[in-house]
T-cell receptor
């Protein structure tokens, strides 16, 4: 079956530090990969996505590259801000007809201190 | 516009009450979902509607009853819930499998 493994944290950083959250996956075929972010008290927001190997998703200074050879989709940001404090979920969606299940990682709680 | 709208944002209900959560999307998506999320855990899939028909029920207790009145609306009817059902309930939609799933802000449910 499909699965996603991500570092669970929690991760605590100082402002302007470099952030990386590791995510690896197991899937048959060629899934789509996503990072979602959940700010305190809110729902999930799509942060970025990639749909094929070597695609790079980017948004709000965050980046992740779809690496098929290492089955990874690591999230990075070069200089974090206090407003980046949130829970980050890596997710996988199979591109198979009638398979609608989104597989999530466990989530990584990130706290950025001023 | 990538918006999924959920109401109410907060709901407190007794174990004998009947209430409903509502969800609406105007993106023309053909799949709609209900997820349940406990604090700092990933969302758990409950139901999937595809083209207004229930296509997935993840063995959810019958005290949760989904309804899809049309392609833009999704309801979750709640009856005789237990305190352990207290959680954030997320509605979501997508155009097709493998396409991006867009989530609403969620409804915070407390069962007393």
């Amino acid at each position: 079956g499909n699965s996603v493994t991500q570092m669970e944290g929690p991760v605590t950083l100082s402002e302007e530090a470099f952030l990386t959250i590791n995510c690896t996956y197991t899937a048959t075929g060629y899934p789509s990969l996503f990072w979602y972010v959940q700010y305190p008290g809110e729902g999930l927001q799509l942060l970025l996505k990639a749909t094929k190997a070597d695609d790079k998703g980017s948004n709000k200074g965050f980046e992740a590259t779809y690496r098929k050879e290492t089955t990874s989709f690591h999230l990075e940001k070069g200089s974090v801000q206090v407003s980046d404090s949130a829970v980050y979920f890596c997710a996988l969606s199979p591109r198979v007809s009638n398979d609608y299940k989104l597989s999530f990682g466990a989530g990584t709680t990130v706290t950025v201190r001023a | 516009d990538t918006e999924v709208t959920q109401t109410p944002k907060h709901l407190v209900m007794g174990m004998t009450n009947k209430k409903s959560l509502k969800c609406e999307q105007h993106m023309g998506h053909r799949a709609m979902y209900w997820y349940k999320q406990k604090a700092k855990k990933p969302p758990e899939l409950m139901f999937v509607y595809s083209y207004e028909k229930l296509s997935i029920n993840e063995s959810v207790p019958s005290r949760f009853s989904p309804e899809c009145p049309n392609s833009s609306l999704l309801n979750l009817h709640l009856h005789a819930l237990q305190p352990e059902d207290s959680a954030l309930y997320l509605c979501a939609s997508s155009q097709a499998p493998g396409n991006t799933i867009y989530f609403g802000e969620g409804s915070w449910l407390t069962v007393v």
